[in-house]
């Protein structure tokens, strides 16, 4: 397989030391404009993913990311940010990043070099076939990732993944690849900028479009989001109020009685 390597190209700006903040500044910003198109080209590869994820949601399923180092890292975010956002178990979104929590904080660069622990990564969360795994590499060739993804689908587990370059292991191996090419980055093979914003972009795009079809979202309001704090606990007075068509009053009251957004929703719309 011929691997265009496109993450480590040569960047198109040179001599960045030269540079004033404000030549840096718009060149990075000129270097990020580019992203979204390239996004929009895999939009629907990336329907067809959250399809089949949905699929597996509603069953009882689980969504796993495995990634190194930036992407990794993203996974993670987007995994911890669902139970906040969507009301979501701990269990159901899972990031799994090479080399452990500590990889979170610090780099642990060689652990992206095995070819057996992502497996073992996952059996230590009892993955199955209900379940579904999402490979994110930026290079579409860390061993860690190619090798959890080709051990899924050896044991029957649907599989889907993330990389910026074209004809990519990790692609060929994913039942639902997703090559998102955006160019050299400004400073080469810095894969923590462009690659990674946008892996972010669509990991918000999977996410979202996923838990809207589960019925976490009504209308565009957060209905099943935690309320931990004073400032989402405000939040939700106001979904409460504007979905109801009823006082700030009487939504803190119908709040402070059911304890949740969608209680009070569902009991209103009952009577």
């Known amino acids: 397989m011929s691997i265009k390597k496109v993450t480590e190209q040569d960047s198109i700006y040179d001599n960045l030391e030269r540079l004033s903040t404000s030549e840096l500044i718009n060149s990075i910003h000129n270097e990020d404009k580019k992203i979204c198109s390239s996004v929009k080209k895999v939009l629907p590869s990336i329907s067809k993913l959250v399809d089949a994820l949905v699929s597996k949601l509603s069953s009882e399923g689980r969504l796993f990311y495995i990634g190194a180092g930036t992407s990794g890292r993203l996974g993670v975010l987007d995994a911890t940010e669902c139970p906040p956002t969507f009301g979501t178990p701990d269990w159901k979104v899972n990031g799994i990043i090479a080399g452990g929590t500590d990889a979170l904080y610090q780099s642990v660069e060689h652990a992206e070099d095995s070819k057996t622990q992502a497996w073992q990564d996952l059996c230590d969360k009892k993955i199955n076939k209900k379940d579904f795994v999402i490979g994110i590499a930026a290079s579409g060739t860390t061993p860690y990732v190619v090798e959890g993804i080709k051990s899924c689908n050896k044991y029957g587990i649907l599989t889907g993944s993330i990389c910026c370059n074209f004809n990519t292991p990790l692609a060929k ?82 709040f402070k009685e059911f304890g949740s957004i969608r209680k009070v929703i569902e009991n209103q719309q009952l009577k």
Do not use: C, W
């Open 173 to 254: 191996f994913s039942k639902f690849p997703i090559e998102v090419v955006v160019g050299p980055e400004f400073i080469t093979g810095s894969t923590r900028m462009k690659a990674g914003t946008a892996q972010k972009m669509i990991l918000n795009m999977i996410t979202t479009s996923a838990m809207v079809k589960l019925g976490h979202i009504k209308g565009n309001k957060m209905i099943d989001m935690q309320t931990n704090n004073n400032k989402l606990k405000e939040r939700a007075i106001r979904i409460i109020e504007k979905s109801l068509g009823i006082s700030k009053e009487k939504a803190l009251e119908l």
